[in-house]
């Protein structure tokens, strides 16, 4: 392998934990402890993002790749360390979490003169275990990587993914939580962004009172990932920055609900002060339309953080964001002022594709009407969402016919449920493409690009996880590619944008998802 370069700031700039060992404790004044990843005893590289990997300037065939990207092998500039973070999940303050099984490697400088950090998840304990074995699963591996990549793909910003390495130890998981718990084979993924840092970074120093660490923390976020906002005098960059981040969080926000992505576990440790996507665990993808729908079994009873709560959840946070920055404020506005950039970036975001996905190149304020009534029919009919607005750009407008989209039906009853309505509605949005007045060549682009064909459906991942399980990871590699092109329609493939089978509706693991991971 070709020397990385590295230029470590995370662990240069911001003071480390003074103790060394990797024994669990409270790490106090520290942004992150010193750690190595433990090594494993057969790692073999399953799958790797090629794109990832140039962007990165790493060799894939390179004869020590898989030593290096589960941990075993350390090429100069690496350092191993274990971020410190607090969070609230579930709606209650957790204390210190910390990064218990990602281990950072450093911050590699790219081609493109980007920064980016490689990060191992599964690499083994750290000071943040809080008693767990430090390790992944295969099955939670493969989702995070193929998903991480399929987001990106998407245009949905996210943490991306260079490897999924196969470690050769067991760990042995309780999946369901029901007293069954049994060895499976274990997995590594390298994370790659340009920073991990999570709302609950800021959380936990603030939570404990060391304003003086906060301010550092800070003050290293906008130096190195907000510059603009780093020579700004007083509470200005402070300010600037805080409504960046509420800006970045609603457009992700509105980009998960137009790709019907439910990530399943919005604790504040599991949100990027870069408006990334990151931390994928039990999350899923809606098959028929549902906004009540979530993917996790652990939040099964509240449903905190089901489809349609995603943006109100990403405000939450932010307040507890807001909260734990307030120490460097003199006063409430600025905040509140970020908080109100949220809530108008995210209607302008998802206003804006929502039309997108209905082919309107000119927005107006009457389109509301007609988008609510849209979901409506979509979950009266449970329609499958995906296929719905993919096949929405095929409707003849001059003579629509609701048996256009008969494909998205999972079945009679939904059909005959919404059937005339459907045919209302579609005579109502075709008078409305009209007045829209683009050509219908535009208004189909416009529309392919923001309703993807293939997208990570819970049950095609579970397939490949089951196949990798018994040693066959074409699968993985065939949803991988796959899933770089989209929005493109893909010969041969087509059973790879088809609707949940019946078999998978109450499968664990295609509709069921427990944190297990
Ligand atoms: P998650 O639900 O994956 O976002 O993880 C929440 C917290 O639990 C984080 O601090 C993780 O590092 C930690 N954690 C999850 N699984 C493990 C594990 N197997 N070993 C150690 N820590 C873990
Ligand atoms: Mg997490």
Request: aromatic content about 10%; overall charge negative; proline content about 5%.
């Amino acid at each position: 392998m070709t020397d990385l370069r590295f230029d470590n700031t995370f662990v240069r700039e911001l003071p480390a934990d003074l103790d060394t060992s990797n024994v669990q404790r409270q790490v106090l004044g520290a942004a992150y402890s010193f750690v190595d990843p433990t090594p494993v005893s057969a790692p073999r590289t399953i799958a790797v993002a090629t794109d990832v990997a140039a962007m990165l300037g790493i060799d894939p065939d390179a004869g020590d790749f898989a030593e290096v990207f589960a941990g075993n092998a350390r090429r100069p500039g690496m350092t191993g360390y274990a971020m410190a973070y607090g969070g609230h999940q579930f709606g209650h303050w957790a204390g210190q979490l910390g990064d218990g099984r990602a281990i950072s490697l450093g911050e590699v400088l790219t081609a493109a003169d980007g920064r980016q950090e490689l990060q191992l998840k599964g690499a083994g304990r750290t000071p943040y275990s809080r008693g767990a074995d430090g390790r992944a699963v295969l099955r939670s591996s493969i989702r995070e990587f193929l998903c991480s990549e399929a987001m990106h793909h998407l245009g949905v910003p996210t943490t991306r993914a260079l490897s999924l390495v196969a470690t050769g130890d067991a760990v042995v998981r309780d999946v369901m939580y029901d007293g069954h718990p049994a060895p499976e084979p274990g997995a590594i993924v390298c994370r790659v962004a340009p920073s991990f840092l999570r709302f609950g970074s800021y959380e936990l120093p603030s939570a404990r009172g060391d304003v003086a660490l906060l301010r550092r923390l800070v003050d290293f976020t906008l130096e190195r990932h907000y510059p603009a906002y780093a020579g700004l005098p007083g509470e200005e960059g402070y300010a600037a920055f805080f409504a960046d981040v509420c800006e970045r969080t609603a457009r992700l926000m509105a980009h998960w609900m137009r790709v019907g992505f439910v990530h399943g576990v919005m604790n504040t440790d599991n949100m990027s002060i870069l408006g990334l996507t990151i931390d994928y665990g039990p999350y899923g993808w809606i098959d028929d339309f549902d906004p009540d729908w979530t993917p996790n079994t652990t939040d099964r009873a509240h449903r905190r953080y089901r489809f349609g709560q995603q943006p109100h959840v990403g405000y939450w946070n932010l307040q507890r964001l807001a909260q734990a920055l307030s120490p460097l404020f003199g006063g409430v506005e600025a905040l509140h002022a970020g908080l109100a950039r949220y809530v108008e970036v995210f209607e302008a975001s998802d206003a804006a594709f929502s039309a997108a996905k209905l082919g309107l190149a000119q927005p107006d304020a009457g389109d509301e009407a007609l988008i609510a009534d849209l979901r409506g029919l979509l979950l009266a009919g449970g329609m499958d969402m995906t296929i719905f607005y993919r096949d929405l750009a095929t409707v003849d407008l001059d003579a629509p016919r609701a048996a256009s989209l008969d494909e998205a039906f999972y079945d009679e009853t939904g059909r005959a449920a919404v059937g005339e309505a459907l045919q209302a509605w579609l005579l109502r949005y075709a008078a409305r493409v009209r007045a829209d007045g683009s050509p219908d060549a535009g208004r189909i682009a416009l529309m392919h690009a923001a309703n993807p064909r293939y997208v990570l459906r819970n049950y095609l991942a579970q397939q490949a996880i089951d196949r990798a399980e018994q040693g066959d990871e074409a699968g993985v590699h065939e949803l991988l590619d796959v899933l770089r092109h989209p929005y493109d329609e893909q010969p041969g493939k087509a059973r790879l944008a088809a609707r949940r089978p019946d078999w998978a509706r109450e499968r664990v693991g295609c509709s069921m998802l427990s944190c297990s991971s």
